[in-house]
């Protein structure tokens, strides 16, 4: 009974970290950065993905999170960077960090030269982790584990921060992924160049810009009002991570 127990509590504790940006996040940046693909960058990549989307491609590194084999990738879906700090200041994660996984990859996938397994894998990683940087709480204070710790109602049910940013805000919109993307502001091809020409570095510095909003949650009791303060951060979160994507996939695939 004791161990039964253990195992449902370690259970619930991964379950609370299992989904950044929820399903329906990861598929809208996939979605909003296959329309900003060049033609060959397409080409190449439906080829290597053998028909799969982006929008489905992004969510892999979620799913595999149940399988043993893949343990090793656990801490590339988040750093800590506290207050006051920079990242290149902070004790690094021996096992990695979104920040050195994200550059990491790209360097492996410009580099080319892998097998088709690795590549696929890599690309995959590539794709969640520059949607869960664009995730304000991915980029933790080390206080709370981006915010898991953070009890909250959200619509008068047992909730988290982490989870109201994940995927709480989001579901209530009760939009499909393409319905949300189809939605999102689309910006002018300067501001499209702007957004692609910044780093992974500008983008944790962006998410820690944003925390001190999201952590402004009165007394915990969140719904509407919350969804109406930040929705549109949401959006354009997800707006800029698709598009960032896409910057990042032309520069590997479109030449």
Do not use: C
């Not at 979104?98 to 590539?126: F, N």
């Not at 949607?131 to 953070?150: A, C, E, K, M, S």
């Amino acid at each position: 009974m004791v161990k039964f127990s253990i195992s449902i509590l370690v259970l619930l504790i991964s379950y609370s970290t299992a989904y950044p940006w929820g399903a329906t996040g990861h598929r809208v940046v996939g979605e909003v950065a296959s329309q900003y693909l060049t033609a060959k960058a397409k080409k190449k990549l439906t080829a290597l993905l053998a028909g799969e989307s982006l929008a489905m491609a992004g969510t892999w590194m979620d799913e595999v999170r149940s399988n043993r084999k893949y343990d090793y990738m656990a801490d590339w879906h988040w750093v800590t960077v506290p207050e006051g700090t920079r990242y290149a200041d902070t004790e690094k994660n021996p096992n990695g960090d979104i920040i050195e996984a994200i550059d990491r990859m790209v360097k492996k996938l410009k580099a080319g030269k892998l097998d088709r397994t690795d590549e696929v894998e890599s690309l995959k990683v590539l794709i969640h982790l520059i949607g869960d940087i664009h995730q304000p709480l991915h980029v933790g204070t080390g206080d709370d584990r981006g915010g898991n710790d953070t009890r909250v109602k959200w619509m008068g049910r047992s909730s988290n921060l982490h989870r109201v940013w994940d995927s709480d805000i989001i579901d209530e919109t009760k939009l499909s992924y393409t319905e949300m993307a189809a939605a999102l502001d689309r910006p002018p091809k300067t501001e499209v160049n702007k957004l692609q020409s910044s780093g992974v570095l500008d983008w944790a510095r962006e998410s820690m810009a944003l925390r001190k909003r999201v952590y402004d949650i009165g007394d915990g009791q969140l719904g509407y009002d919350y969804t109406y303060q930040h929705l549109q951060t949401v959006e354009r979160r997800l707006m800029e991570a698709g598009i960032r994507l896409a910057g990042i996939l032309n520069s590997i695939y479109g030449k």
